[in-house]
């Protein structure tokens, strides 16, 4: 059974920074797409930035490119979601999600397989 924990929920102020983390546990192949989504409330997940875990290779969202950053610790089998500069319009609910890795950077959140808890973000 594969589990995604993800933690680092937490308050800033507008410009500020936070860091995501999703540990992963379980049964998995050894090359995957991670995923990072937020939900608004009443709204669809929307797909943020992904990383292909066996490589490396990053894709953002427009809304976030240049301020939002996805690195890995594979030997920790964590991802990580450095966001910076952060404006209130990226409050929302954060959630990691893996899958296979091809199309890893359409951000199609129905074809991935599981689902972190999520993670509150709030920007004030």
């Known amino acids: 059974h594969v589990q995604l924990v993800e933690s680092g929920r937490g308050s800033v102020q507008a410009g500020g920074s936070l860091r995501l983390s999703c540990e992963v546990s379980?049964?998995?192949?050894?090359?995957?797409?991670i995923g990072w989504f937020r939900q608004y409330p009443g709204k669809e997940r929307e797909g943020v930035a992904a990383i292909v875990t066996l490589g490396g290779t990053t894709y953002y969202d427009d809304s976030v490119t240049g301020r939002f950053t996805t690195s890995q610790d594979n030997a920790k089998k964590t991802t990580y979601l450095q966001m910076d500069q952060l404006r209130t319009e990226d409050t929302s609910m954060y959630y990691c999600a893996i899958r296979s890795p091809a199309y890893c950077s359409t951000f199609s959140a129905g074809w991935y397989n599981y689902w972190g808890q999520g993670t509150q973000v709030t920007v004030s």
């Open positions: 379980g049964s998995i192949d050894g090359n995957n797409c």
